[in-house]
């Protein structure tokens, strides 16, 4: 199927349109919501009817000034059998709206007949048909593309049969395929929905068997598992839910919110019911950039093209107006955030690295408009004769980078504050505490790509920490014979040259009463980590504005320190034609020499602001 087939297109309409005033030509997704699955042998909901102009088809035209509604439909409710809640059969998505463009909502699906009237757990036409039931003379599907628009919003539904020994669903229709009819011992899965790259963003839609976001994917019917040999139906991608498993339980999936996906049909057991069918969703994308979109409420928002154009997206009604456009400008960015402190006294864990994120190179930009951008640049969590701290975030935009966690050591007891910490990257484990030997988890809270590892284990027995999880790999685990190192971080030439960033703190080590050993223990990740010492020396910082985890400390008595965790960076990179300056003074903005043609470079080391002209 084409990756962007040229659905829906209407003819094009002025809307406050008069001769003489040139109106801007608006691309659309419409989506409406998805079917909700049915009750008890229930089949799959269908998707929301899914209608496009992008790419080639006709626009809609808006009159500068204009503030246009957009309704964005939502999913239909999946039916519910006898008890508490009371009955109901599953009800039809609700349609979605821009303009002179109205998608139909989705189709229930078919149910188990609970009362009166029987036409209410019969599978229904929409934008996508409902599956058919799986009870004997119930099976009759929805029709899709109802009312009929050219080209088709999409497809009927599968049928739905009662076999000896339970009955087969048919899978919900989707705006790319119909959906399946039961086979054999099989729930029909939902039909597959269809691709569209109006907003080719991460942020929309599902992932699908070609290129693009998928939209309007049917649900999945359900079938009864007796013989074991029966099997539910999958939903189809762009968010249609699977059906009910084949063993008792109530776990069919509702429709992917904001995708107009179907609902999965409810599995063969009594008070099982099916799920609701998924919102839909409403993208509005101009032509040129000789007009700009704004998009109320503040729930829908507004993104820009590679190219430059506008695009709203809608996921709950609002309006679109059309005005004057606002240029904009693509940049890259490193954020990283403060590394964790070290662990304390007779090997202590390394601190983690502050979190690594950045777009350099090659990554997504971030979209910036004229005005001011706060900056956070995270501090190094400092260590301590009882509980060390982790750092703090890095923030620009929409990116944080979180803070290293704490190496663990210090007090023998059991008490969690002296636990190693998640964080961008984990802290290390502790060499005198057995209750706190485990590393800590990195990349949390999680993110793609992962902003740190996880820290080392410590090792009670010989009085060893483990290293800092750094920003390229995990820290170690401690040897026999010395404080584990720490995880390695990662260079990245943002600035215009190659720095490492994100090195974990090297574990500390015990060794009796002996001498102080500076940097005696584990040693620091490359990328700024400080290393773990020996005998009664404190750990070694983690290096200032590269996010490096504080190193553990060596022993003799609790007031044996680690080490600081280094602070942290954010960097932004612009063209060489946008106006950027940096505050307060110490941090800078500079312009790069060729090859780099000109970008010019603002470095945050300490908390400030980023001003775009």
């Known amino acids: 199927m084409p990756i962007n087939s ?40 269908g998707a929301g009817g899914f209608r496009t102009s992008f790419p080639g088809g006709t626009a809609i035209l808006i009159k500068n000034g204009v503030s246009t509604p957009v309704t964005v439909g939502g999913g239909g409710l999946g039916g519910r059998g006898p008890g508490a809640p009371p009955a109901i059969a599953a009800t039809n998505g609700s349609d979605s709206i821009f303009s002179s463009i109205t998608s139909t909502g989705g189709g229930k699906g078919g149910g188990y007949f609970v009362g009166p009237p029987a036409a209410a757990y019969t599978a229904s036409p929409g934008g996508s048909g409902g599956g058919g039931s799986g009870e004997q003379g119930s099976g009759t599907a929805g029709t899709g593309n109802s009312p009929p628009t ?14 000896a020994g339970g009955g087969v669903a048919g899978g919900g229709g989707g705006a790319g395929g119909v959906g399946t009819a039961y086979c054999g011992p099989q729930g029909g899965p939902g039909g597959v929905g269809s691709p569209n790259i109006i907003f080719d963003s991460p942020t929309v839609g599902t992932p699908g068997p070609a290129p693009g976001r998928y939209f309007a994917g049917g649900g999945g019917g ?58 839909g969703i409403v993208i509005v994308r101009s032509r040129n950039t000789s007009f700009g979109l704004t998009a109320s409420p503040g ?112 007090n023998p007891g059991a008490t969690p504050e002296y636990a190693s910490a998640t964080g961008g990257s984990g802290g290390g484990g502790s060499g005198n505490n057995p209750c706190f030997s485990a590393g800590a988890a990195g990349n949390t809270p999680p993110v793609s790509p992962p902003q740190g590892n996880q820290g080392g284990a410590g090792d009670a027995a010989t009085t060893m920490g483990g290293g800092g999880g750094g920003a390229s790999s995990a820290g170690s685990n401690s040897p026999p014979s010395t404080g584990g190192a720490g995880g390695a971080g990662l260079a ?36 700024g980590g400080g290393a773990g010492s020996a005998g009664g020396a404190n750990g070694i910082a983690g290096c200032t504005n ?43 903005v500079t312009t790069l020499p060729a090859p780099a043609g000109g970008c010019k470079v603002a470095n945050f080391t300490v908390p400030g602001t980023l001003t775009v002209s």
């Open 222 to 279: 359900s079938s009864y598992p007796v013989p074991s040999s029966l099997v539910s139906g999958t939903g189809g991608a762009g968010g249609g839910g699977n059906s009910g498993p084949v063993s008792p339980g109530d776990c069919a999936q509702a429709g992917t919110v904001n995708t107009g996906g179907g609902g999965g049909g409810g599995p063969g057991y009594s008070g099982v019911g099916g799920k609701n069918g998924g919102s």
């Open 299 to 410: 729930t829908n928002t507004i993104s820009y093209a590679p190219c430059g154009v506008n695009i709203a997206t809608f996921t709950v009604p609002g309006s679109v107006t059309v005005g004057a456009y606002v240029p904009a400008i693509f940049v890259d960015y490193l954020v990283v955030a403060g590394g964790g402190g070290g662990g304390a006294a007779f090997g202590g864990g390394g601190g983690g690295a502050g979190g690594f994120r950045t777009s350099f190179p090659g990554g997504t930009k971030i979209t910036l408009i004229a005005g001011a951008y706060p900056i956070t640049v995270g501090g190094g969590g400092p260590g301590s004769p009882g509980a060390s701290s982790s750092g703090t975030p890095s923030v620009f935009s929409t990116i944080t980078s979180t803070g290293g966690g704490r190496g663990s050591g210090g």
């Open 492 to 527: 990245n030439s943002i600035s215009g040259c190659s720095v490492n960033y994100g090195g974990g703190g090297g574990g500390g080590k015990y060794t009796g009463p002996a001498a102080p050993q500076p940097g005696g223990g584990g040693a620091g990740g490359p990328g």
């Open 150 to 163: 050219s080209p088709p919003q999409g497809n009927s539904g599968g049928l739905g049969q009662a076999p």
């Open 6 to 45: 040229a659905r829906g297109g209407a003819s094009a309409k002025g809307f406050g349109f008069t001769s003489g005033s040139k109106p801007a030509e608006l691309d659309y997704l419409v989506v409406a919501g998805g079917g909700g699955g049915g009750y008890n042998h229930g089949g799959g909901g």
């Open 546 to 588: 590269k996010g490096g985890g504080g190193g553990g400390a060596g022993g003799q008595n609790f007031a044996i320190v680690g080490g600081n965790g280094g602070s942290g960076i954010v960097i932004v990179r612009a063209p060489g034609s946008a106006g950027l300056s940096a505050s307060p003074g110490t941090n800078t």
